[in-house]
Structure formats: structure tokens, C-alpha cells
T-cell receptor, first 115, second 119 residues
Framework: SQQGEEDPQALSIQEGENATMNCSYK?????LQWYRQNSGRGLVHLIL?????REKHSGRLRVTLDTSKKSSSLLITASRAADTASYFC???????????????FGRGTQLTVWP | GAVVSQHPSWVICKSGTSVKIECRSL??????MFWYRQFPKQSLMLMAT?????????EQGVEKDKFLINHASLTLSTLTVTSAHPEDSSFYIC???????????????FGPGTRLTVL
């Protein structure tokens, strides 16, 4: 079953606005990653945050991680129409008898940025 | 960054035929490759984990005789959908990692996907 759940499922904003997406997960993790997927394409790795980190920045992206609440957020600042895509969080669960290296994906947030 | 390719990018076939999808890591060696399928507006569902030189590990509910996986080298894994039916129509995505790296490189590199349509 899916490990993570993104919220909201869909987000529609105007260019220039900030977009915030949340992700919750169920088990202990080593790290959490965010990926982006344009329609009908593969996934592009955006950012990884380790379980001992609380916040990480990469360009217009800001990711937070709260392991006590088992949640993460992805903030895209000053959004652009080109940011329109689906965004997924993925975790590696460490207290499962799971395959080494596998990721557990959430259902994703569909972000639409209107020009 | 590391590049993973998939071939073909799309394929249309008749019901009952078999389709082979290739996944290649172009500039790194992948000890492990993962095969996912994705239905429209859904998340990725892991089908199987493919380790170089050994048998693939299939997720619960995935028929190993229907989805044949071969990982013969550190740069190539193949997924063969045997006797394909319309319900097998989906977007198939592979990803690759090199788990030999110190601390295990956590980044998983994804291929661009293959759109399979079975008529």
C-alpha cells in the first residue's frame, strides 16, 4: 500500500504565487524525496531531505520535514506556468521488511499554475 | 545527473502479443532497477525489483509469469509483458540506483516511461 499521502490532491494558482504541498507518511524513514512529473513523462528528482534535517532549500524550492508528525512540505516560491506538473513525495521505510532501496510514493499533488 | 533511458517510448500492440521494454542506465552502473506502472492521474505502483544477476522480486499481486524481468547487466533491465491484454495498457516506468555507493546513493533515477496500449 502507499506509504505517503499528499495534500492537496490538486492545487491551482496564479503565476507569482507560492505553492505549498504537504506529504504525510506512516513509518520511520531514512530520508524523504520530492519528485516532479510532467504529464506523460518520467519523474524528475527535485530534492532529498534526510531524517535528521528539518529544512532544505534548492533554488525556489523549500522542503521541511517533521519526523515527529511524520510529515513534509514542499514550497515553490514565485511559481511559474512551467511549474505545472504532478509532485510526488517518496520515502524509504526503514522499519519494514522491505526491499533495500525501494521507495514508497504518495498519490501526488497536481499543480496548475495559470499565467 | 545520471540518465536512464527507456525504449520504446510508446508501443501499440494487439491483444495476445508480447511486448519488451528496455531500461538502460547510460552513465552509471545500476545494481538495482525498479519497474513501476502508473495509471492516469494515479501514483506509481511498484511492480518488481530487479537486481543484476539474480531473480527479480515481485510485489504482491503482480504475476511473475506475465511480467518477465531480466537484469542481465549493470546497465540493462528488460520487462516483457507476455500475452498482453487491454487491461495491461498503462504507463510503465523504470528507475535505477547504484546501491554499492558509500552510504547508498539515495537518489533514484527514473526513465522517461513507456506508454503501452493494447488493442
Amino acid at each position: 500500500s502507499q506509504q505517503g499521502e499528499e495534500d492537496p490532491q490538486a492545487l491551482s494558482i496564479q503565476e507569482g504565487e507560492n505553492a505549498t504541498m504537504n506529504c504525510s507518511y506512516k513509518t520511520s524513514i531514512n530520508n524523504l524525496q520530492w519528485y516532479r512529473q510532467n504529464s506523460g513523462r518520467g519523474l524528475v528528482h527535485l530534492i532529498l531531505i534526510r531524517s535528521n534535517e528539518r529544512e532544505k532549500h534548492s533554488g525556489r524550492l523549500r522542503v521541511t520535514l517533521d519526523t515527529s508528525k511524520k510529515s513534509s512540505s514542499l514550497l515553490i516560491t514565485a511559481s511559474r506556468a512551467a511549474d505545472t506538473a504532478s509532485y510526488f513525495c517518496a520515502t524509504d521505510a526503514i522499519d519494514r521488511g522491505s526491499t533495500l532501496g525501494r521507495l514508497y510514493f504518495g498519490r501526488g499533488t497536481q499543480l496548475t499554475v495559470w499565467p | 545527473g545520471a540518465v536512464v533511458s527507456q525504449h520504446p517510448s510508446w508501443v501499440i500492440c494487439k491483444s495476445g502479443t508480447s511486448v519488451k521494454i528496455e531500461c538502460r542506465s547510460l552513465d552509471f552502473q545500476a545494481t538495482t532497477m525498479f519497474w513501476y506502472r502508473q495509471f492516469p492521474k494515479q501514483s506509481l505502483m511498484l511492480m518488481a525489483t530487479s537486481n543484476e544477476g539474480s531473480k527479480a522480486t515481485y510485489e504482491q499481486g503482480v504475476e511473475k509469469d506475465k511480467f518477465l524481468i531480466n537484469h542481465a547487466s549493470l546497465t540493462l533491465s528488460t520487462l516483457t509483458v507476455t500475452s498482453a491484454h487491454p487491461e495491461d495498457s498503462s504507463f510503465y516506468i523504470c528507475s535505477a540506483r547504484d546501491l554499492r555507493l558509500a552510504g547508498h546513493s539515495y537518489t533514484q533515477y527514473f526513465g522517461p516511461g513507456t506508454r503501452l496500449t493494447v488493442l
